[in-house]
């Protein structure tokens, strides 16, 4: 799993560094202070002081060389290197991320701009539960948060720029991170961030008046599109089974365009889960025995999704149609009698998944008809698996639409 995910963000970088004019882009440093969300109570212990690091970035403006740049008001392309402290050296550690990302502009006001910032790429945590634990069979005596050195870095909030003077202008994040191995590895409570920071950014070329080149284009055709796609991984379900078990899903969707840079889609989905096979010490699911039906989920969801270029990236919201596990958690309610839940109702995710689940979205268009994706599938703040996709799809094509009529610099 790890070096698919190092080639992956390795391919994202390389469309970030080749996408851009060349002189067009800023330096940032910023100093990052913030606080470790307690989400689980294995973090009550381990959360001890705050946040404290610095992020290095590269930003390009994008131009217009690609007509998606146009379509979402043309977005800063980011490069990102983080080092921060989380405040507890002995458990917890330091980490180190390096991802992309996009600036996408809000509103800019006599120089003052603030931007919407969403980005993922590969995190290195020094702490893991195994250089930690004193006892390995007892998280309150390690880093219970944190089973893998690699993990996935997520990013996203609001930041701020200001001008200062001569290509120099002060700069401001707000923004929630996150660190995990999508339950690759036990134990796994990951690490929620809430940062702030603030720093410096300088324009080398900043008296070069570069102007994004606009072009006058066409909406979309209102097409219905149709993906299929087919996906697969692996993941404990509890660090004392200390095995990995298959997972997949299976996906049908179909998604209409709301501009050029927003498509919503539908979707029905299988997930086959090799966790639940009545073998786990892990006393959440009441399961004594190996069944097929109790590996398989049933879902639909509602799939918003931003488009630019070859990628697509979204967050989708679903909801369990088909889940006999919801019969089976909590455990000691399910030991003592048969549940008989509805489709939708009130639950504890410290002791069952529940009904609701999302997932957030990466996809790559290797062709006009075949892509590959990368998916997060979680239950409200805790990782289910990552999944790792290819898929198909069509659409019908519309013989008089023009993508471009003209453009003009």
Known sequence: MNKFFLIFVFSVFSFVLQAQTKNNFAIRAEYMYGNILKHTTHLQNLVKDPTKGTELSIEWQTMGEQNWHQYIGYPRIGLGLVSLNLGNPDKLGKLYAVYPYLNFRLFHIQGFVMNLKGGAGASFLTKTFNNTATDLNDLNTGNAAIGSILNVYFAGGVNF??????????????????????????????????????????????????????????????????????????????????????????????????????????????????????????????????????????????????MFGRFTAGLHCGAYVYNPLKNLEPYADAKIATLNKPMFYKYDIEKEDGWFYTRASLQYSATDNLFISLGLKTHLQKAEFIEWGLGYKFQQKDPKFRHIRHSKK
Request: no cysteine; aromatic share 16%.
């Open 161 to 306: 720029i200001v001008p200062i003077d001569k290509g120099f202008a002060f700069v401001s994040d707000f923004q929630w991170n996150h660190a995990s191995n999508g339950s690759f590895y036990q134990p796994n409570s990951g690490i929620n961030m809430i940062n702030a920071s603030a720093g410096i950014s300088y324009t080398p070329f900043y008296k070069h008046a570069y102007r994004p080149i606009r072009k006058h284009l066409r909406d979309m055709p209102q097409k219905l599109s149709f993906e299929f796609v087919a996906s697969g991984g692996a993941r404990e379900l509890y660090y004392k089974d200390d095995k990995q078990y298959p997972t997949g899903s299976f996906v049908m969707a179909v998604y209409r365009p709301l501009g050029n840079a927003i498509r919503l889609g539908v979707g029905l989905e299988g997930f086959y889960d090799g966790v639940y096979n009545g073998n786990t010490k892990f006393q959440r699911t009441y399961l004594n025995e190996d069944k097929w039906e109790n590996k398989i989920r049933v879902g639909v969801s509602l799939r918003p999704e931003l």
